[in-house]
């Protein structure tokens, strides 16, 4: 099944992206490689482990997730452009004994599974951080493979 079949089977409709919040763009691409800028999540700020819960920032980074999609659909047209997801790294501002990282991910992780499927599966990087831009309390990245 297709990755915008899919969407549309998850109920999901993505999302217009804004204008990059800095000297930046959303993607580059190197070859068959797109490199994703690091999104956060729109209007939420505080730190996990202090202001957020584990399953508060996981649904937080399931919404970055979206946006990530969202700017796969912008750059390609498709979805279905895609062959694999390759790496994702997630940054997450917590408190310095947090420790419940990797579930806070999952929340973009199965995201990305459930659209992709078997090609959605990627390696990832989870670390907790002292402090986000603006707040913010996730920031993930991405590294995509896309068909020639």
Do not use: W
């Amino acid at each position: 099944m297709s990755a915008e079949k899919r969407l549309i089977d998850l109920g999901i409709a993505l999302q217009e992206l804004p204008a990059p919040a800095g000297n930046y763009v959303h993607v580059v691409q190197t070859g068959n490689l797109l490199f994703l800028a690091g999104k956060g999540p729109r209007g939420s700020v505080g730190k996990l482990g202090i202001d957020l819960t584990v399953a508060q920032g996981y649904e937080l980074a399931r919404s970055v997730g979206l946006v990530l999609l969202a700017v796969l659909r912008q750059e390609l047209g498709s979805l279905d452009r895609v062959s694999r997801v390759v790496k994702v790294l997630g940054l997450v501002n917590a408190s310095p004994d947090f420790e419940n990282h990797p579930e806070v991910m999952n929340g973009c992780s199965d995201l990305l599974v459930k659209v992709f499927g078997e090609i959605g599966k990627h390696a990832r990087t989870s670390i907790g951080v002292a402090s986000l831009p603006y707040g913010i309390p996730i920031e993930i990245e991405a590294i995509v493979e896309i068909k020639p």
